[in-house]
Each structure stands twice: as structure tokens, then as C-alpha cells.
């Protein structure tokens, strides 16, 4: 996939925060989702040509003719989660984690990004995992604080990273981010940096969304 930019099909988009570090990476964002008005006028105002879908449930891959999608991300609603609401979980109409999981189903992206707030983690574990383990993904959690990288706050939220057999790059980057990795192999999980639990290929994707930051062994939290 080095050949052409990369494209993104961004769910539940906030006011774009993952897209504008997409944005940096030289990803392309080929459509977002977002039900909030005020944070789709924020999003049509950065980003006046990409279309916005207001809700998932107008997503499909039957429908679709926006071209080649190569990654699926976004952070499902927190407020089933978060210790600042009721904490109902799935039985929240907010949890729309089996809708994005659908989505990916029928798209079939390289790579899924799933973010969300620390309250997620049995959700992460239980159903996001499993749920793309079943549709021929392998998978990595990331444990990443805002202060891994740099921010004076904990805000703590959790990565779920998938990526298909082959997809392009991959391999590549797992050699050499675990090489990185053992290099300093330090744990800082405890002291503001990030957690890393999954397969092989885990120090990688830690390294890789820690970036110039300081990186923490790979814990095996899940045998594949």
C-alpha cells in the first residue's frame, strides 16, 4: 500500500481528532460518521470534501462508492463506559461496537483501529477482540495514557489494533519495532507510559503509536 495513500473510512469522528493525525501520516480520509451536529459543522468546516454519514446504519459495503477502503477506525461512544455515566455497557443503546463490527465484516479493511476510554477493557477483550478474531483478523491492545506521550494528564484509553494476514508493511514493522522495543526494554506502564497485550507483532504497534515516546515491553495479556 505504499505505492498510493492510504484511505480511511473514519466511524464516529468526533471532531476529527484521529483523522488530523491520519492527516499527518499521509492517510486519507475517504468518509466519516458522525451522528452530533456540532461535531459534523467542525468536521465539514476542516474537511469540506469529505462526505459525513450521520449515522452507521447508512454504511454499507453494498451501497458504497467511494473507493478503496484500507483502514476502518474510530472510538465507538464512551458514555456506556466511562466512569462519568451510568456505566449501563452493551446494554446501552449507545454501544454500537456490533455495528462498526458489521461494518468491518462487509468492507474487509488491512487494518481496524478501535479506541475508547479505559472503562472499555472487558468490551475490548470479550467482544472487540474476539469479534475480529472471528472475521480473520489478529489483533493487538494498546494501554496508551495521554501522558505516554507527553500530555501533564493520565486520561487513560485503550487501543484495540487489527490487521489481516499480509497486510502491506506489516512485516517489516514488527521486525523492527521489536528489535526497538528490546533495546529499552524498560517497563514504564506504571509511570505514565503504555501497556502493550496481544500476539506477535505487539511491540510493534506500541512503538508505533507511541512514536518518539518512550516505548514499554510487550505483555502477552492474550494467547493467540
Known amino acids: 500500500m505504499s505505492a498510493a495513500k492510504m484511505r480511511m473510512l473514519s466511524m464516529y469522528s468526533g471532531v476529527g481528532g484521529i483523522d488530523l493525525a491520519a492527516h499527518w501520516a499521509g ?6 460518521c458522525e451522528a452530533d451536529p456540532f461535531c459534523r459543522s467542525i468536521l465539514k468546516r476542516h474537511w469540506p470534501e469529505v462526505p459525513c454519514f450521520e449515522s452507521d446504519e447508512h454504511i454499507s459495503a453494498d451501497r458504497w462508492n467511494g473507493g478503496r477502503i484500507d483502514i476502518i477506525a474510530g472510538g465507538p461512544p464512551c458514555q456506556p463506559f466511562s466512569v462519568a455515566g451510568k456505566r449501563e455497557g452493551t446494554t446501552d443503546p449507545r454501544h454500537r461496537w456490533p455495528e462498526m463490527a458489521r461494518i468491518v465484516g462487509e468492507f474487509r479493511p488491512a487494518y481496524v483501529l478501535v479506541e475508547n476510554v479505559a ?8 467482544l472487540v477482540r474476539a469479534d475480529l478474531d472471528g472475521l480473520g483478523y489478529r489483533t493487538v491492545r494498546i494501554d496508551l495514557p495521554a501522558a505516554g506521550v507527553g500530555a501533564p494528564h493520565r486520561r487513560e484509553r485503550i487501543f484495540v489494533v487489527g490487521f489481516l494476514d499480509g497486510a502491506a508493511g506489516l ?3 514488527v521486525a523492527y519495532a ?4 528490546r533495546n529499552e526494554s524498560e517497563s514504564i506502564a506504571g509511570s505514565g507510559g503504555a501497556a502493550v497485550a496481544g500476539d506477535v507483532g505487539g511491540g510493534a504497534v506500541g512503538a508505533a503509536a507511541i512514536g518518539r515516546g518512550r516505548r ?5 495479556g492474550r494467547a493467540d
Open 216 to 220: 514499554a515491553a510487550p505483555q502477552r
Open 27 to 32: 492517510i486519507e480520509t475517504a468518509a466519516f
Open 178 to 181: 521489536d528489535r526497538a522495543v
Open 119 to 126: 472503562g472499555f477493557t472487558d468490551v475490548a477483550e470479550q
Open 171 to 173: 512485516r517489516g514493522s
